[in-house]
């Protein structure tokens, strides 16, 4: 349960995010509580949109709003991407994926024209992997092996499970390795040398992507980060 001043800021990055969306857009819409408080706002207004839901969760939250949805099929191109962040820095460099959904979500990001994160200043840190892990999506045959030529560009790599007690499994059937990322690392040369070990499909380094970031701030005021 999040607590008033967490739940001020989710609903202050939301509504800024709102203003965002003009009629007629085609928006992509990614994961995370600020992202589903914006559908629930995007539902009141009396305006047909359409968008590409990088989540099941998302997607349904869309179709409860009367949100048209569509698939990328090659001929769309998306205007805004609006999704959150597990972590952001004063770069727009972000962690995304502690949901799960890293790989559809930077796919939909990277059929948009602009990207802009929907989060809070909690989010906020001065390096990458400060407070949370880096997920790294591997295919589920020999993911032991993948881990272990992982190990060379990170500290640890363990792999999600379920509450349950089972492996955790994405939308599209792949494992997730959580990983810690060493101190001092180069996060833009570590981006690249994890999409080069066989059995990674992709990882929740999101760089150079965000033109801007709406955090919400505990008093219900908005921190705006951009890029120019």
Known sequence: ????????AREAAAAAAAELV?????????????VWRLVELLARREQALRAVAASE???????????????????????????GADEVDRGLRLIKGG?????????????AR?????????????????????????VSFAWRDTRRRLLPL??????????????YSTDEGHLILDCAIPDDADVDLLARSLKTVTGVVEHGLFLGMAERALLGTPDGGVELLARY
């Open 114 to 138: 602009r990207f802009v994160v929907v989060a809070e200043t909690a989010k906020l840190v001065d390096r990458l992997g400060q407070r949370c892990r880096l997920p790294v999506e591997v």
């Open 154 to 167: 990170l500290a640890d790599a363990e792999l999600r499970h379920r509450d349950d007690g089972e492996p």
């Open 99 to 111: 949901g799960g959904a890293l790989l559809r979500e930077k796919i939909v990001i990277s059929a």
């Open 22 to 34: 003009e009629p007629g857009m085609t928006i992509g819409l990614g994961s995370g509580r600020a």
């Open 1 to 8: 349960m999040p607590s008033e001043e967490q739940a001020k």
């Open 57 to 83: 969760r998302t997607a349904a939250a869309a179709r409860d709003a009367g949100i048209e949805l569509l698939e990328l099929d090659g001929s769309l191109e998306l205007d805004l991407a609006l999704d």
